[in-house]
Structure formats: C-alpha cells, structure tokens
C-alpha cells in the first residue's frame, strides 16, 4: 500500500489552502465546498495534502503543539532562504538545526500555527 493523503482540520481552510498554494507552490487538485470546505493540496509528486474544518470545535490548537508533536516537512534546496520568503509570507520561526551529516533543518509554524520543517537532507531519505 501506498499513503493516499494527510489531513488536518484547521480552522480557516479556505484562507489556508490558499497560503499554501502561493507559499509552496501547491495545487488544488479537489475542492468539496460543503460541508467542510475541503481542499486536497498536492506538490509536484504524488504527495497530497487534505485541508477542511469538520467540526469546527475539533480544530487542535496547533500553535499550543510542540513541533516534534506534529509537523508537516518540505524538503528544501536552500532553507534560509526558503525560510526568509515564508516569514515575510507571515510564518513565525521556531528553531534552526545543522545536524552533524551536513543536514540543515529550520521549524517554522504557518500563521495559523502549524508547525512546518523545511529539510535539507544530506542524504535523501528515500
């Protein structure tokens, strides 16, 4: 088997989806309007990400969430300067690592307080 999609209740889907599609270059690849405003967001591979509001007092307090609790990673050719473009896009920095095999890792959180990873592996992981 192979994983489909990722899905995470937020609260503003529609403003979120949108962020994601003019940070990350994402796309819609499906919208379901009602009930649940869901967007299924995919990258250039077969990586999908599922975005709605259902119900909404089920929506985690993302932001209150230690990063190594949940975190959604890109992976990076040039974190910092990736980093740079998303924090003037209203992203918040968390941390900065460079590993010992040369990887650099940032954590970063959305402005709706997701945490995000932006990955510069030294090796890929796959």
Excluded at 25 to 31: M, P, Q, R, T
Excluded at 89 to 94: D, E, K
Aim: with cysteine.
């Amino acid at each position: 088997m192979k994983i489909e999609h990722f899905a995470i209740n937020v609260a503003d889907p529609v403003a979120m989806a949108a962020w994601y599609v003019e940070q990350f270059g994402l796309k819609i690849v499906h919208h379901i309007p009602e009930p649940a405003q869901t967007h299924f967001l995919a990258d250039a591979d077969t990586t999908v990400l599922e975005i709605y509001c259902n119900p909404p007092d089920q929506v985690p307090d993302y932001a209150a969430m230690d990063p190594l609790l949940l975190h959604l990673a890109f992976t990076s050719d040039d974190p910092s300067a990736d980093a740079r473009r998303l924090l003037a896009g209203g992203a918040s920095l968390v941390n900065e690592m460079h590993l010992p095999d040369g990887s650099h890792l940032m954590m970063l959180r959305d402005p709706w307080g997701l945490a995000l990873q932006l990955c510069k592996r030294s090796s890929p992981l796959v």
